[in-house]
């Protein structure tokens, strides 16, 4: 949720906006690439991410009345809504419970996050929580598939394996991957690497080709090509070019 400025997400091929009136609601950890798109002296970027416990997300559906979705059911993980006045109210009573005392902040956190899944339950993003909740739909064994990618991204990617150990046909995993994540498998294993491959070499200091073998790239020109194609820059002169916009940042 952003208090102030904008964003712009970037998933795959598809760019995601959202500001003061709107709210970001993710159901999985996904490769993403972000930009803020407005911040200025007079009026910085000033944001908030809320981690929501699917436990605590069941636990409200069932309270509340909302169905679970049936196994068929896939949603995006990734998606923008409208951010409503009672949700808005929340989430501000539980920022300011930062300058609350110790006790009271320990009472009201667990109710007022109740309430704010409440609330997302009730509105646009209530199908995407659902999903968050349930086990055994396809969106949450995609999620595992996802977590797996994740740990893994630097070994060769044997769709056959994952999709049998899941339960799905190699098709459907490919059909309820991309539907949840708006990339196929492969792709999402290349943008977890050459993100990886960029964090190396600005955070190691590591050259292009060692940040590309540490990733699992055997081929340093297929590294080159596909880094560029991403993020506009071959990999030296990219990395290049952030340290010099971090330290124009850092100031004097």
Same mark, same amino acid.
């Given at each position: ?88 109210? =929340?989430?501000? /009573? &539980?920022? #300011?419970?930062? %300058?609350? +005392? ?6 009201? *956190?667990? @109710? ?32 595992? =598939?996802?977590? /797996? &990618?994740? #740990?893994?991204? %630097?070994? +060769? ?6 999709? *049998?150990? @899941? ?86």
């Amino acid at each position: 949720m952003i208090a102030q400025g904008e964003k712009e997400v970037l998933l795959g091929d598809e760019s995601y906006r959202y500001d003061a009136e709107r709210c970001l609601v993710t159901a999985a950890s996904l490769p993403t690439a972000i930009r803020v798109t407005e911040d200025t002296e007079e009026r910085p970027y000033l944001g908030v991410v809320l981690g929501l416990d699917p436990a605590l997300v069941g636990s409200v559906m069932v309270e509340a009345g909302h169905p679970a979705p049936g196994d068929r059911t896939t949603v995006r993980a990734f998606d923008v809504g409208p951010l409503g006045a009672g949700l808005l109210d =929340a989430v501000v /009573r &539980l920022v #300011r419970l930062l %300058d609350a +005392p110790a006790e009271q902040a320990r009472f009201l *956190r667990p @109710l007022i996050t109740r309430e704010i899944v409440f609330r997302l339950l009730e509105g646009e993003q209530g199908g995407r929580l659902r999903q968050i909740a349930v086990l055994g739909g396809h969106a949450h064994r995609i999620a595992g =598939a996802l977590e /797996r &990618l994740r #740990r893994d991204f %630097d070994r +060769p990617l044997r769709i056959e394996d994952i999709a *049998r150990e @899941l339960g799905m046909s190699v098709s459907g995993f490919h059909h309820h991957f991309k539907a949840v994540t708006a990339m196929s498998p492969l792709q999402f294993q290349k943008r977890m690497r050459l993100q990886e491959a960029r964090n190396l070499m600005l955070g190691e200091h590591l050259d292009a080709a060692g940040a590309g073998h540490r990733v699992g790239y055997g081929d340093a020109s297929q590294f080159n090509r596909e880094y560029k194609r991403l993020f506009g820059a071959p990999p030296a002169r990219d990395a290049e070019r952030l340290r010099e916009a971090a330290a124009a940042g850092a100031g004097p």
